[in-house]
């Protein structure tokens, strides 16, 4: 029996990885960019937002840790979106993408080395129910 899985990763799948999967079925549902800062300020958080929202890119998350902040936007941001936030942000030069994969549940190991061994980070992982999967699945 095939089982649905949401898998977030960190970048894009390599080729490799397509080859390697093979026959499990694999949709790109969200696309994000994370923004890493200094901790900023509440002011400077909200300067920030607020730019965010000017371009009209979609917050999706913000999770402040001790030392930096994650903003998560909806998306790839292209470079003249990146150049906008130089000034305010570390690094953006990694994205999340959330990939889903139906797949048996006995391969889901095997898939799991097969990313990791081709340099994909696993962020997450978690069996989709089947009455929350997608349609069509």
Known sequence: MLQAYDVKVLGPLPEAVLTVLGGAR????????????????????????????????ELSEVRRGPRHTEVEVRGLLGPSLQAAFSD???????????ILLRLPARRLAEVLQALTDNGVHLLAIRAIPPTLAPAGW
């Open 26 to 57: 694999i949709d790109v549902a969200e696309a994000r960019t994370v923004l890493w800062t200094p901790r900023p300020d509440a002011d400077r958080l909200t300067c920030l937002v607020s730019r965010l929202s000017a371009l009209g890119l």
């Open 88 to 98: 305010v942000a570390d690094s953006m030069a990694k994205w999340r993408c959330v």
